[in-house]
């Protein structure tokens, strides 16, 4: 019996892998057919055959193909010049539905299509077309947020109104004599005779900003450069940053942090390390805490009294940990560290890993708690990368949707609840989620 079944499939297999040898060579045959009648002027063969070419590229050709979308363009071409523009476009909207359903509704491959739709049906429905043309710049952005960053780039920003009073307050405060180093992007005050440390400073909150900055654009967070440079503070050493801090009453952290409620980076250096390692440990530091200023000062994140889900907050920065200091990094890129995998995976194997549901309930209380904080900045890490991956939109309507709520957002059915009307029910996102962990490396446990 098993003999018998094993034949069945060897042959039903072997039939479909001939039959689909003859779908290419009729292919390419319709194809050559198709440039003949077009040299040879003849218009009615040229449609037939290029219809021909069309309906077999959709069964043998990829649906991200570039001969696809060429053969599609083809036929087009010829129904337009015919005047028939409402069979052009069904032939657009057919590979896009075939794009959508086999990478998803965010993918490259629909860019070109997108384009295509839109310039017909901004002939006769204008409408219709600028929904298409708000989707084709979104996607456009999100593919090529390097090449759009470097068209808008604004150069050498004009310092921030603060940076005087920020200085003279740190004199007051701890008695030291500040200088300011002036970068692109930043203003940067340092204690002591320290231009060499400022200098790198700079160099590191540079290679923040660009993968920063492309982010936001790809995400369709923040398109429109800062207006201003930010302010950063560069202590000497740790004592000095320390007595700043307490004296200050501001938050401390051992190495530096963003300071929500002074709007400034507050950092300090270690003069025993200099070397290519300690660069690039720090930077990776840096920009988790750089991309905190830069998403308030593009208005991603509000100030005003929101209160930020930490593994949101915490794991969008954690996303821009980087394996490689030359390459773009963060949730719109696959340049992701090592690290977080291995972490990831021990707890998983640890049974500290949780569902959806459960991390985004967790309540301001229990963020605090020594044993959540892993999980919050791990699976906080990997949940913002499959949100903008695969709920691009439905991330922006959900950091849209948090500055709008009250006091209660931090109680666990608040959240929740916030999560749901951005996201849906968490459950239904679990089949996409264990695919997106699965590409990443992950295994969840069934």
């Known amino acids: 019996m098993k003999a018998i079944l094993f034949f069945l499939y060897a042959l039903s297999f072997t039939l479909l892998t001939v039959a689909h040898a003859d779908e290419e060579k009729d292919f390419a045959q319709a194809y050559s057919q198709y440039t003949q009648a077009l040299e040879k002027g003849d218009a009615k063969a040229a449609l037939q055959y290029a219809k021909k070419t069309y309906d077999l590229g959709m069964l043998v050709l990829e649906p991200d193909s570039e001969s696809l979308l060429a053969v599609t363009d083809n036929y087009a071409a010829l129904l337009l010049k015919k005047g028939d523009s409402k069979g052009a476009l069904k032939l657009y909207k057919a590979v896009l539905a075939d794009n959508e359903r086999a990478y998803g509704r965010y993918a490259k491959s629909l860019v070109p299509i997108l384009e295509s739709i839109y310039k017909i049906e901004a002939k006769f429905s204008p409408k219709s077309a600028e929904d298409v043309k708000v989707r084709y710049f979104k996607l456009l952005y999100r593919h090529n947020p390097g090449e759009i960053a470097k068209s808008m780039d604004e150069g050498v920003l004009p310092p921030a109104d603060n940076v005087s009073d920020v200085a003279a307050d740190i004199t007051a405060t701890t008695g030291l004599s500040v200088k300011t180093h002036e970068g692109d992007h930043w203003s940067i005050l340092y204690t002591g005779n320290n231009d060499e440390g400022a200098k790198i400073f700079d160099q590191q909150l540079e290679i923040s900003y660009r993968s920063i900055r492309e982010f936001l654009i790809s995400a369709n967070l923040a398109v429109k450069p800062l207006d201003t440079k930010l ?80 593994w949101l907050y915490d794991g969008l920065a954690y996303s821009f940990e980087f394996n490689d200091i030359k390459q773009p990094f963060g949730p719109h890129t696959q340049n992701i560290s090592s690290t977080n995998w291995s972490r990831a995976q021990d707890l998983i194997d640890n049974g500290g890993w949780l569902s959806i549901q459960d991390l985004v309930r967790l309540d301001n209380l229990e963020e605090k708690e020594k044993s959540n904080k892993e999980v919050l900045y791990i699976m906080g890490t990997y949940l913002v990368r499959f949100l903008y991956e695969q709920r691009g939109d439905e991330l922006i309507d959900y950091l849209l949707l948090l500055p709008k709520q009250n006091k209660n957002a931090q109680k666990s059915m608040y959240r929740e609840k916030a999560f749901r009307k951005a996201f849906g029910d968490p459950a239904d996102l679990d089949k996409d989620w264990r695919r997106f962990l699965k590409n990443e490396g992950i295994e969840l446990k069934l």
């Open 231 to 310: 302010v950063a503070i560069l202590f000497q050493d740790e004592a000095e940053y320390m007595d700043y801090l307490k004296k200050k009453d501001y938050l401390i952290r051992g190495k530096g942090s963003y300071s929500e409620r002074a709007g400034l980076l507050i950092m300090h250096d270690n003069l025993s390390k200099r070397s290519d390692w300690n660069f690039f440990k720090q930077t990776n530091f840096i920009t988790k805490e750089a991309l905190q200023q830069v998403a308030v000062a593009a208005n991603v994140f509000s100030t005003t009294k929101t209160y930020y889900p930490l």
